[in-house]
């Protein structure tokens, strides 16, 4: 059964599936925050040494005598200077006791992630794509046997759970496991939604959806520092509290959301189809008796087929008329499909080659861009938000060629524009210091955010269309660990002082 004809037929902009798609673009700050949190909850804010100079053991060992000694604390050490005698001794030791810090307190602070624990901090968003990588590995293969909707929104409300946790957890290894459970679940909703909307409407309303799943997605990212904006003179925890209550509705979701028609279709759950097409009827105000007639057709086929394989051993001429039709069976979009064909065909294993890379390459620098929003001149918030309403933009320019340059076109056209700008933003930087070169720079480096978030777009239009349906989220799975792969390149950058 044609489901882009059923589509058509319950009408393309459906008021039902409409709403399907508000709410699926509701859930899409869930799949944000995890990320890109720790840009706002783990910077290091200013802090020193903390004093020591009532430290008697180290006065009285080290120094002999306590007095015309004077403390110089920095960051990471202590300078002590030590008049015995006419002889001046400069000495330089570690923080004794601590660090001091001034601001906000953050993860970085609260346990004390600085120095030679800063690597700590970066782990934790390492610890996290790791995380991704396991997602990603387990959440297609259960999206293609069990549907969309069970892995969305079990993993939804595990997600707002681990959010929960976070921000009550007391000790870092605490965090550091939260850390990992939340990159591995956010990939269930991060798999599953985009797809999810792509299968609500006809193939040629695929760029529509793009274009608007991008804007929810930029909107989503610019909600982050918002939030942080808000919090900034209290701990993180209440950051992380904020985006636990920005998820209730996870716990709804079972009943917002419906099935996949196409997932429905390709894997013959026929009654279930049947209820989602009458629900769809009767929300659109469309009239489902031929659609529902062509349905039990082939519900009926579909069991006769089943009874001819179920005998084949009785009835060989048969099967061997069945085997004839391998290659109908194959193009047919209801039959289960190996992922191995991908690797047999050279036609389709040249395109995931390219389509790989090219997520690896996109990842590594919209990913990149993101976490490095803070060391960019001017307000860290400021720089983040700016960074993710550039997407919008490029909504704009990709919804006007997608359909008249082609996908590749497109696609060659952003990333150009993105490597041109990035490029000369590096020269700028290592030109000068001064305003109006750092401002250069800063400009540069949103275009290139511009560029990025267009080859993105297009990257998400094309990778499922070259795939057939059962085996669409498996090479999701490649491309899933070419972004984790290219976060953990940039791993967490630290706040500069």
């Given amino acids: 059964m044609d489901t882009d004809r059923v589509l058509r037929s319950l009408g393309k902009f459906g008021r039902f599936q409409l709403l399907q798609y508000i709410y699926n673009l509701s859930c899409f700050p869930m799949m944000a925050f995890p990320i890109v949190i720790y840009v ?10 903390s004093s020591f100079e009532d430290d008697a053991s180290y006065t009285n060992k080290k120094l002999n005598s306590s007095h015309n000694v004077i403390f110089q604390y920095h960051q990471c050490d202590v300078t002590v200077t030590t008049n015995l005698s006419g002889t001046v001794v400069e000495e330089t030791v570690p923080c004794r006791a601590g660090f001091e810090f001034s601001g906000q ?41 069990h549907g969309r909707l069970l892995i969305a929104y079990t993993t939804l409300m595990a997600v707002t759970v681990c959010f929960l946790l976070t921000a009550i957890v007391p000790w870092f290894a605490g965090f550091v496991v939260m850390r990992f459970l939340m990159g591995m679940l ?7 939604l985009p797809t999810l909307g792509l299968e609500l409407f006809p193939t040629e309303l695929r760029g529509f959806v793009i274009s608007s799943g991008t804007v929810a997605w930029a909107l ?29 509705h996870s716990f709804f979701t079972k009943w917002f959301l419906q099935e996949s028609p196409r997932w429905l279709l390709a894997n013959n759950k026929f009654d279930q189809a049947k209820m989602w097409i009458q629900k769809a009827a009767k929300c659109n105000k469309k009239d489902p008796t031929c659609l529902l007639s062509e349905l039990d057709s082939i ?8 009874l001819l394989e179920k005998n084949q051993d009785v009835i060989p001429e048969q099967t061997a008329e069945m085997a004839g039709n391998f290659k109908e069976v194959m193009d047919s979009e209801s ?10 065909h050279k036609h389709l294993l040249v395109p995931s080659l390219v ?19 803070g060391t960019m001149s001017g307000n860290m918030y400021l720089n983040f938000f700016l960074n ?20 590749r076109k497109t696609c060659a056209m952003f990333l150009s524009t993105a490597g041109v700008s990035l490029l000369l933003s590096g020269v700028l930087t290592f030109v000068g210091e001064s305003g109006m070169i750092r401002g250069f720079a800063v400009t540069l480096s949103f275009t290139g955010k511009f560029g990025i978030s267009g080859a993105w777009m297009a990257a998400c239009l094309f990778t499922p269309e070259i795939y057939p349906t059962n085996i669409r989220f498996m090479p999701k799975f490649i491309t899933r660990l070419d972004m984790t792969l290219a976060i953990i390149k940039h791993k967490q950058p630290n706040i500069p002082r």
Wanted: aromatic share 12%; hydrophobic share 50%.
């Fill in 220 to 248: 989503s990212l610019s909600i982050i520092p918002l939030v942080a904006f808000l919090f900034r003179y209290v701990t993180w925890r209440y950051t992380m509290g904020a985006a636990a209550v920005l998820g209730i």
């Fill in 105 to 145: 307190q953050t993860v970085a602070s609260e346990w004390g992630l600085v120095c030679e624990d800063e690597g700590l901090g970066g782990m934790t968003t390492t610890v996290l794509v790791v995380g991704q990588m396991v997602g990603a590995s387990v959440f297609p293969t259960l999206a293609d046997k």
């Fill in 186 to 192: 956010s990939q269930g909703p991060g798999i599953v």
């Fill in 40 to 49: 706002f909850i783990g910077h290091i804010p200013d802090f020193l040494c």
């Fill in 355 to 373: 389509v790989w890379m090219l997520w690896f390459v996109s990842s590594l620098t919209y990913y990149g861009l993101f976490l490095t929003s």
């Fill in 335 to 344: 039959t289960q499909v190996s992922v191995l064909e991908i690797f047999r």
């Fill in 299 to 306: 519900k009926e086929n579909a069991e006769k087929e089943h």
């Fill in 388 to 407: 993710s309403v550039v997407e919008i933009p490029s909504v704009i320019l990709y919804s006007l060629t997608i359909n008249r340059w082609g996908r």
